[in-house]
């Protein structure tokens, strides 16, 4: 698993709270988990969701994040679109051209932004593990506000959504989002369904809609740290992997020790990318 006991997460965009409970259980009370939800609504469903599931070490903030301390801004919902789906223009200003996800508003709404550094001093809190941000497209100003958070936190994993319409709608790009996670080291990868294995390829990450940033990828092998302690576990000379999938983890093999690795899978794909990986 990648979130484990003991870890500290932000939850940027909670909403009703889904993944806070999910991680809250999985941290333990050593752990803590920051649920951040602007809408005053949905911030009320959350809290009766903590209440619900008795989550003690969750910590919810009826607060927008951004890169701004104390701006009013205004959270918008569209026509057609449903709670989740809120969002906000910086500043207030909309894009000088028009996009397809943005509609008639149905519903505005007021909020104050924070940023996740100035809440962390708050909090005294400097330790985080784990960011995930669903924000419409506003993460590009919640990770420049979180810019100490990224400093102290060099093993720091974040998962994020982060589409070309989504930055646009909020006046930036996914570029913007990439170089500002590279400037501080962070790797960036997305999951390929269809070859079952982590991609760090240009175009793939643009397209993915979800992104993963971490300093290593090993981070997100959740496998690949079992399989390690297997090959070094046992004095095998010839290894069968059933559902070898993309190959992840098979870079732990000590060549010098181990004579032959059969692959198995039922998927082709699978296996060319797997003999890419691995064909030197």
Known sequence: ???????????????????????????????????????????????????????KNLIPLNIGLGDKINQTLM????????????????????????????????????????????CLKSLKIQKIDFLKTDTEGFEYYILNGAKNMLKNNPEIIIIMECTELGNARASTTQKKVFKLLKYFELNIFYWNQKLNAWHDDKIGILKAGNIWACKNISQLQTLNSIMKKQF????????????????????????????????????????????ERYKN
Do not use: W
Request: charged residues 25%; hydrophobic residues 35%; glycine residues 8%.
């Open 232 to 275: 070094n576990s046992y004095p095998i000379k010839t290894i069968a992997i059933l559902g070898v999938a993309g190959g992840n983890g098979l870079e732990h093999i000590d060549t010098s020790k181990i004579d032959k690795v059969y692959g198995i899978d039922i998927n082709e794909d699978y296996l060319h990318t797997c003999k």
């Open 1 to 55: 698993k990648i979130i484990k006991s003991g870890m500290n997460i932000i939850d940027a965009g909670a909403n009703i709270g889904l993944y806070s409970l999910i991680a809250s259980k999985i941290v333990g009370q050593k752990g803590k988990v920051l649920s951040f939800e602007p809408s005053k609504e949905t911030f009320l469903r959350l809290l009766d969701n903590i209440k619900l599931n008795n989550s």
């Open 75 to 118: 959270l918008r919902q569209d026509i057609g679109c449903g709670d989740a789906e809120r969002y906000l223009f910086p500043d207030n200003r909309m894009p000088k051209y028009k996009l397809k996800n943005i509609n008639t508003t149905i519903r505005e709404e007021k909020i104050l932004t924070n940023t996740i550094d100035n």
